[in-house]
């Protein structure tokens, strides 16, 4: 099984510049969600997601969009990037299984925002 | 609102020594409450959770984490450390005041045990 899959591992931008980090899950989980990891900071929710066609923005949503067109897929674009969205990101999605599933993490993407 | 707090931000141990690593929420209802691990350029992984029942939970790698509801806590524990428990690690609980159960996660604490 491949989990939860992000692309690309790595990438740098410019500022102003837009790009998309893909997420991809193959445990038909209907729980989506993007995280970005700071130092010091812990794990702050972005956006999330409870099914397709369902989204909804979590802690620091700003400058960023999802959509969910697929229960699989959950991209998260940034539109015009910013030296404050340097940051590492995780996507992670949760077992539909009852409400007490814990989540799965894909391994990060790290950004770098010039 | 609901919220995780790990007090520190590094624990060292000596290796075969008992570690903990602490925890402390808030919440309004039931506590879920969740430990994952982090090693250097990975994703998180998931350790334990509490839901209900006995407060001491058994996860993998060896690791429990004890529930005290009357101090809001669920430290990460585990009797003999190694090397290899190294890393990061993250307390977390679930936020069901929405109904769309989002997890909020502490700082993280950074483990690390000495040889």
């Known amino acids: 099984n491949a989990g939860v899959t992000q692309t690309p591992k790595f990438q740098v931008l410019k500022t102003g510049q837009s790009m998309t980090l893909q997420c991809a899950q193959d445990m038909n989980h209907e729980y989506m969600s993007w995280y970005r990891q700071d130092p010091g900071m812990g794990l702050r929710l972005i956006h999330y997601s409870v099914g397709a066609g369902i989204t909804d923005q979590g802690e620091v949503p700003n400058g960023y969009n999802v959509s969910r067109s697929t229960t699989e897929d959950f991209p998260l674009r940034l539109l015009s990037a910013a030296p404050s969205q340097t940051s590492v990101y995780f996507c992670?999605?949760?077992?539909?299984?009852?409400?007490?599933?814990?989540?799965?993490f894909g391994e990060g993407s790290r950004l770098t925002v010039l | 609102a609901q919220s995780v707090a790990q007090p520190e931000d590094q624990v060292n141990v000596a290796e075969g020594n008992p570690l903990t690593v602490k925890c402390t929420y808030s919440v309004s209802g039931n506590p879920y409450l969740f430990w994952y691990v982090q090693y250097p350029n990975r994703g998180l992984q998931f350790l334990l959770k509490?839901?209900?029942?006995?407060?001491l939970v058994k996860g993998s790698y060896g690791f429990e984490a004890e529930f005290n509801k009357s101090q809001t806590s669920f430290h990460l524990k585990k009797p003999s450390a190694l090397v290899s428990d190294s890393a990061l690690y993250f307390c977390a609980v679930r936020d069901d005041t929405s109904g769309t159960y989002k997890y909020i996660f502490g700082t993280g604490t950074r483990l690390k045990v000495l040889a």
């Open positions: 992670a999605s949760r077992n539909p299984a009852g409400n007490t599933g814990e989540l799965f």
């Open positions: 509490y839901i209900t029942g006995d407060n």
